[in-house]
């Protein structure tokens, strides 16, 4: 893209025709479409936003209030043109049909938008026959040309923008297509769905990359090596649907030591996103230290573990409640960072003697990620 995506705003479109816009605040049982995606645009950021409701703005006040999103218009009629002056005050505007729950993540998909330089980008449910259209993030300029087509929602067709870069999220993702749908879809999006975030500080899993969630290649510098370890995606997955916020914090000697670059490291974290993205995972964050094991006499770097520093960073950062929170890795410093910064702390060990210190009851043990995650969800934030 031509800049740097700094302001987004976000355009809901009610889909398919004929669900009516006052269905987005069903009162049935489990929560309602506008609900739902009101908590997406709030983890990804986004404050500013439009919808379509029959009865105007007012309904949408006490949803505005809760998460804290300037509804700037809710029109019920009036041509897509009117909606241009959206793209005034944003770099990018996300185009979201509120066609069904969905559990997808914006941030990632704002980062391959970044990346890829082109004007529009569009997301995927799924892969393969069964994948469906979801959310299309445009630049400001290319948003007030989809707003000059006859239909919002199906514009880039209809302005020559046909040709995006695809972006797939393979989370949950259940349609509903007409209204009585609503209320099961509802009932089983409950138990998909990442729990509401009410604004409090939240608990962390803190986790190391190579050997914890990717095979360990020494000084890894080619994005194509990724080896995710069996059951490591799925298990963010799972930390996700239970409202734990996922921050990577990982030890890069090799930028110091010249074997890669920050910017070749920048393309492996950038395909581990879309390799994540693409199984329903993602991460709220990456860390990393870049410098090499000091010399003798030299201070080491307060960021390279078993230094708490990264931990701390995302702490500030997401306003994370450290006592609730967990490290999880497969080095004693990864432990020790974790004990450092007032988590709870698992070694991932899979067979062999442990260390005596192993022994001791500051930290647990587990042989994979899977196991870890079991622990997480079993003690949780107590």
């Known amino acids: 893209m031509s800049g740097r995506i700094e302001r987004v705003a ?71 043109a009117a909606d241009a002056d959206l793209a005034d005050s944003a770099d990018a505007v996300v185009v979201v049909p509120v066609d069904g729950y969905s559990d997808v993540d914006l941030r ?35 948003f007030r040309e989809l707003a000059a087509c006859d239909d919002i929602g199906a514009g880039p067709a209809s302005a020559g923008l046909v040709r995006m870069p695809a972006w797939t999220w393979g989370g949950y993702h259940r349609e509903v297509a007409t209204p009585g749908d609503l209320t099961w879809a509802a009932k089983e999006a409950a138990g998909f769905l990442p729990p509401r975030r009410l604004g409090a500080q939240r608990a962390a899993v803190f986790l190391d990359r190579d050997g914890t969630i990717i095979e360990d290649v020494p000084y890894l510098a080619d994005p194509a090596g990724i080896r995710f370890l069996p059951g490591a995606a799925k298990s963010l997955a799972r930390l996700r649907r239970a409202g734990f916020a996922r921050v990577l914090a990982t030890n890069q000697s090799g930028i110091g030591r010249g074997r890669f670059t920050e910017a070749r490291l920048a393309e492996i974290h950038a395909e581990l996103e879309t390799r994540l993205a693409a199984v329903g995972a993602s991460l709220d964050a990456i860390y990393h230290c870049p410098a090499a094991p000091p010399e003798d006499g030299e201070p080491d770097c307060p960021d390279r573990k078993p230094a708490p520093g990264l931990l701390l960073r995302g702490t500030r950062d997401l306003g994370i409640d450290l006592a609730a929170s967990w490290m999880v890795g497969d080095k004693m410093s990864d432990v020790e960072a974790g004990l450092a910064a007032g988590c709870r702390s698992i070694l991932l060990h899979p067979g062999g003697d442990l260390d005596p210190a192993a022994e001791a009851t500051t930290y647990r043990t587990a042989p994979d990620i899977v196991a870890a995650v079991e622990l997480v969800l079993a003690e949780g934030r107590s």
Do not use: C, K, N
């Not at 449910?125 to 993030?137: F, H, L, N």
């Open 108 to 142: 990632p998909l704002l980062g391959f938008h970044r990346r890829h330089g082109s004007p529009m980008s569009q997301a995927w449910y799924g892969s393969g026959p069964e994948s469906r259209p979801g959310p299309i993030v445009a630049d400001a300029s290319a």
């Open 10 to 80: 976000a355009f809901l479109v009610p889909a398919p025709r004929g669900l009516e816009p006052a269905l987005w605040t069903h009162p049935g049982q489990g929560r309602s479409l506008l609900d739902g995606w009101a908590d997406i645009l709030a983890e990804a950021g986004i404050v500013t936003a439009r919808a379509f409701a029959a009865a105007g703005a007012e309904p949408l006040r006490p949803l505005a209030e809760r998460e804290g999103l300037r509804i700037v218009a809710a029109r019920a009629s009036g041509g897509p």
